[in-house]
């Protein structure tokens, strides 16, 4: 099975069910693990390169401005891939490509009907799990995603067992988009 992966998460995900042989393309900035060379992006972002989150900030409101994904996809390099499952989400377009442009793109795809996507919805760690498990489904690897899916319930519940037995906890606060 040949397998597109149009967000890191997704790679971490195929990869962590043993597949990571089927990902003949997948997102540029992603690392597979083992030191795999990496193949050509199947997205690219609409956006000019700025390091400064105010900048990308700017840059992000001008593409949507327009009415236009910050990512698209580079649909030669989709069709050379020839997938049979592409894995994607859609709970931010401004973090990956719409889902409607991949549909859009899979539709472009001369004679391709037979391409199946999956779509990665996590609103909760327990759809990450489902979300685990649909993907493992469509590989043809079901028992294999419960292991993955076992084994992440069990560190979680270890490491809520370590920060139980602990006299204080710390507090945490996280900002993604930080200037403005």
Avoid: F
Wanted: with cysteine; aromatic share 2%.
């Amino acid at each position: 099975m040949r397998v597109a992966s149009l967000l890191p998460s997704a790679t971490e995900i195929v990869c962590a069910l043993g597949a990571q042989d089927t990902l003949g393309r997948r997102l540029a900035r992603v690392r597979l693990p083992g030191g795999r060379r990496r193949p050509p992006a199947l997205t690219r972002a609409r956006l000019k390169p700025v390091t400064k989150s105010r900048d990308i900030d700017i840059e992000v409101r001008a593409v949507l401005q327009d009415a236009l994904a910050v990512y698209e996809i580079e649909l030669d390099r989709l069709a050379a891939a020839r997938p049979e499952l592409i894995v994607t989400q859609d709970l931010c377009d401004v973090c990956a490509v719409s889902l409607d442009d991949v549909r859009a793109a899979v539709a472009k795809l001369a004679q391709r009907d037979d391409i199946r996507i999956v779509n990665l919805h996590p609103m909760r760690l327990g759809d990450v799990w489902d979300d685990i498990a649909r993907v493992a489904a469509a590989l043809g690897r079901p028992e294999t995603g419960g292991r993955v899916v076992d084994d992440l319930r069990a560190r979680v519940a270890d490491i809520q067992a370590r920060s139980a037995a602990r006299d204080g906890r710390p507090r945490v606060l996280s900002i993604e988009w930080i200037d403005p």
